[in-house]
Nanobody
Framework: QVQLVESGGGLVQAGGSLRLSCVASGRTFSNYAMGWFRQAPGKEREFVATINWNVGHTYYTDSVKGRFTISRDNAKNTFYLQMNSLKPEDTAVYYC????????????????????WGQGTQVTVSS
């Protein structure tokens, strides 16, 4: 049974930092995309970042480029989202997700491309 378990959310002031972790278990994730999504109140879920489990290629949505960094530790079956220079508009429930990276040149950025999801962790950025 595949499980993704997030941790690391919380309350932080604008300009602060948080690191989210997601521990993945239950299968091998060879050539999988390990991604982060978020959903703010009253808004649709949106893609944040993803990383290829094998080769480590990363991709970010424009609003977090230069502030967020996604990384992985294959030995620990864990991937991370380091969030710096946080803004109030980053407030959301953050979800980690995993899905096959089917096509080399096509980055999985939609929820439907991910098969497995974590339970979510709240990130609140105060102004």
């Amino acid at each position: 049974q595949v499980q993704l378990v997030e941790s690391g959310g919380g309350l932080v002031q604008a300009g602060g930092s948080l690191r989210l972790s997601c521990v993945a278990s239950g299968r091998t994730f060879s050539n999988y995309a390990m991604g982060w999504f978020r959903q703010a109140p009253g808004k649709e879920r949106e893609f944040v970042a993803t990383i290829n489990w094998n080769v480590g290629h990363t991709y970010y949505t424009d609003s977090v480029k230069g502030r967020f960094t996604i990384s992985r530790d294959n030995a620990k079956n864990t991937f991370y989202l380091q969030m710096n220079s946080l803004k109030p508009e980053d407030t959301a429930v953050y979800y980690c997700a995993a899905g096959p990276w089917k096509y080399t040149l096509v980055v999985p950025t939609t929820g439907g491309q991910y098969s497995y999801w974590g339970q979510g962790t709240q990130v609140t950025v105060s102004s």
